[in-house]
Structures are given as C-alpha cells and as structure tokens.
C-alpha cells in the first residue's frame, strides 16, 4: 500500500471549513484514499472513501486531484466535536491485508 | 446498537501473567483485527482473521495469540504479558467488500507492571 503524508496539526475556527491535505505521490491506480478519524481515545471512525472522483456523504467531502497524488477532506462548518486527529490511508479496496496507520493530522477546533 | 464490543475495557496485569481480550461484532462481518495504539503513535496491526477459523499475522504478532473459533467473536490473547505490551488495543471488522471501512471497538485500556 502507498504511503501519505499529513501535516502534524492544523486549527480551524468553529463555523469554518477544515480542509485537510493529504500527499499520496506514491498510489497505484486500483488503490482509494480513505479518512478516519479519532477522537481523543475512542476508537477510529471511518469518515469517507473514494478512487477518483470526488465523494460526499453527511460527515465530509473528499476531494482527490486528477492525478490522484493528493486529496484533501473537507468539514464544511467544523465544530468543537470534529477536535480529533484525522488518519488519510490509501490501499486496495476490498483487500484483506493491513489497514496501515500512520501519524495522522491533529485538527484542533477553536470556539 | 449494533457494533464491535471489546471486554474489559481496563485492566492491570503483573509481569507473566495471562489474560484474554474478547472482540464481539453483531454485524455478520466476515474480517476481524486487532490493533495496539501506544501514547502519540498511530495503531499498529497484530493479527487479523478473514473469516471462521483462520488468523493471519500482521505488523507486531510477536507475545501474541488469537482464536476465532465463532465468526462473531475475535479473542486476543498475551500468554506471559511484559511492561513493552502496555497500550490500549482495538479491535475492527468489517465486511468482505470493506465498502464502508472498518468498525472499530471502544479500546481495552492494559498496563503490565
């Protein structure tokens, strides 16, 4: 599975959107972007998915560059709640091997 | 709430002892996972099943052993626990087409001293 790189942190007002960036230079191209996230020490939360074409669902938006070498996630009106760190992971959907984690973007939400 | 449940959710333990962590899912999966996150880190794979009866390794297996001897139930088991096994560990599931991610547990809190 490729690897990506996440910036370490970012802050975000509440009421604002929180995009966050995602470099996957590496992807193959039967390989999707998924987000997670966690929250303080729960377990992680499977956000969205996507291939190539940008997704959206109730929690975020993901959208993927043409070249699929990046993503970024998007929460349109971040509120204190969304505070958690934010896990961009690419692998081969349907595939039983490891879900690797890396170190992930902690998103901290400001009132 | 259909879910992953993991039992207990604390636990201290001496060096040498044994104990066994309980993953049950209600959701019919077919795959389960057990993940260890320590403090700052990202979770780190230690075995996964992909159905009844089978187990796999994954990144960090070592001072570790499963059993899925139900397909709802995925056990984790340290035989002779060391302070280096001190974390908080996940379990996952999810389905064959992992279309919509994995579910993952609450966490099991274990400090070996």
């Known amino acids: 599975d490729a690897k990506t790189t996440q910036p370490t942190s970012m802050d975000c007002a509440e009421g604002r959107a929180a995009n966050l960036p995602c470099n996957h230079s590496?992807?193959?191209?039967?390989?999707?972007v998924y987000w997670y996230r966690q929250i303080h020490s729960q377990g992680p939360q499977y956000i969205i998915h996507g291939l190539k074409n940008n997704e959206t669902n109730e929690m975020a938006s993901l959208i993927i560059t043409e070249d699929r070498k990046s993503s970024t996630l998007i929460l349109p009106h971040a509120t204190l709640r969304d505070t958690a760190v934010y896990y961009c992971?690419?692998?081969?959907?349907?595939?039983?091997?490891?879900?690797?984690f890396g170190t992930g973007t902690r998103l901290q939400v400001f009132p | 709430n259909a879910g992953v449940t993991q039992t207990p959710k604390f636990r201290v333990l001496k060096t040498g002892q044994s104990m066994t962590l309980l993953c049950a899912q209600d959701m019919n999966h077919e795959y389960m996972y057990w993940y260890r996150q320590d403090p700052g880190m990202g979770l780190r794979l230690i075995h996964y099943s992909v159905g009844e009866g089978t187990t796999a390794k994954g990144e960090v297996p070592d001072g570790y052993n499963v059993s899925r001897l139900k397909k709802q139930n995925f056990l984790l088991g340290l035989e002779s626990a060391a302070p280096s096994q001190t974390s908080v560990y996940f379990c996952?599931?999810?389905?064959?087409?992992?279309?919509?991610?994995?579910?993952f547990g609450s966490g099991t809190r274990l400090t070996v001293v």
């Open positions: 590496t992807i193959s191209g039967n390989e999707y």
């Open positions: 996952a599931s999810s389905d064959r087409r992992g279309n919509y991610g994995y579910t």
């Open positions: 992971i690419v692998r081969v959907a349907y595939n039983t091997d490891k879900l690797i």
